[in-house]
């Protein structure tokens, strides 16, 4: 691994979403961070009673963690990273790919240590 100096700082990027469809929100996430050229070093889900679902990739830059809350048919995604030309291309590609679905809110923002 190559060795970067890092300064403290976090890019973060948050929406709520409607939309509930488990398998295309995982398939478009792991495509968005491949294209926004994001390392993923691991991945976990887990699926809770009710249709719950948690999914979190934990990349070399940080992570992604996306929520779903089924009764309410709403998602909520969630991504922290070090490097803000990656946190820039994940948002423009979330954006594009999910222009069909009710994206209810979005935050950005850049926090230093």
């Not at 890092?6 to 709520?16: G, K, L, T, V």
Request: glycine share 6%; aromatic share 14%; charged share 25%.
């Amino acid at each position: 691994m190559e060795n970067i100096k890092q300064s403290a700082e976090i890019h973060s990027f948050q929406s709520w979403v409607d939309f509930k469809d488990i398998e295309r929100s995982k398939q478009v996430c792991a495509q968005i961070l491949k294209d926004s050229g994001f390392n993923v070093l691991n991945y976990s889900e887990q699926l809770f009673p009710g249709g719950g679902f948690t999914a979190i990739w934990l990349l070399g830059e940080s992570h992604l963690a996306i929520h779903l809350f089924m009764p309410e048919g709403k998602m909520f995604f969630d991504l922290a990273s070090c490097n803000k030309n990656k946190s820039d291309l994940f948002s423009d590609y979330f954006r594009k790919s999910f222009a069909k679905e009710k994206i209810t809110s979005t935050m950005r923002y850049s926090s230093k240590g």
